[in-house]
């Protein structure tokens, strides 16, 4: 997969041809990565804030069901790792020169965006309901950690959504470009200023006679003697005309 679609010619899977160059100004400005970052923080807040106050003396705070702090732990710690690695495949992206594997780069990105919106969705309803559940002591010790978790697995449902947004635009858009670099016209030799071979010459046809309609003149056919040998004899012989 060029970097400049088919044939190397332009920009593929939103990208342009490969150049060897890496400009952060320019990678920090994408969208996919503001949204990543994003992604990333709140990912470290989610379990940063179970892992610290989401257990009391070996007691999950959410309503004492241990695999609610274990869901969350592990689904902000396996975003906060896939988050890592899709930053880096974005920050060489421009630089996969092969069309298929800027292809695949973006599939992978659209498969783990769309599995962590759901699993960040499953996460805040869980955590959400054992919460409600829950019987709060007086101590009142770490509920803004416990809360802020809940809080935060709703905005990555939100971050990430929007990530797999963004690269089903992208999926679309490459898909789409490939499509109509192999069906242009030019490509295809059919244009009048394609440079291509010239067309045909049509075949001479036969001519209606105007005096005799029912008869046709061949257009291959020779006038009437003129195959004879037309050349003056030499000297200054002529012929006797009566």
């Not at 100004?25 to 106050?53: D, E, H, M, N, T």
């Not at 697995?153 to 999926?171: E, I, M």
């Amino acid at each position: 997969m060029d970097g400049g679609g088919v044939g190397g010619g332009g920009g593929a899977y939103g990208a342009g041809k490969a150049s060897g160059t890496f400009d952060a100004i320019v990678f920090a400005k994408k969208p996919q990565v503001i949204l990543r970052v994003v992604s990333w923080l709140f990912s470290i807040i989610v379990f940063g804030c179970i892992s610290s106050q989401g257990w009391e003396k070996d007691q999950c705070r959410y309503n004492g069901d241990a695999n609610a702090c274990g869901f969350g732990t592990v689904i902000g710690v396996l975003a906060f790792l896939g988050t890592m690695i899709l930053l880096a495949v974005d920050a060489i992206f421009d630089n996969i020169s092969g069309v298929q594997h800027r292809k695949y780069a973006v599939m992978a990105d659209m498969g783990f965006s769309g599995t962590w919106t759901f699993f960040w969705f499953v996460c805040f309803c869980y955590l959400a309901d054992t919460w409600r559940r829950t019987e709060v002591d007086d101590s009142e010790w770490g509920e803004s950690g416990v809360e802020a978790a809940i809080v935060f697995s709703l905005f990555s449902v939100g971050t990430f959504a929007g990530l797999t947004a963004l690269a089903v635009l992208r999926y679309r858009k490459g898909v789409t470009e490939q499509f109509t670099a192999g069906y242009e016209p030019d490509v295809l030799g059919a244009g009048p200023q394609s440079g291509g071979p010239a067309p045909y010459p049509s075949y001479a046809t036969a001519e209606q006679d105007s005096a005799d309609p029912f008869r046709k003149t061949d257009p291959y056919q020779p006038p009437p003697f003129g195959g004879q040998d037309q050349r003056q004899p030499p000297g200054d012989f002529r012929p006797v005309t009566y």
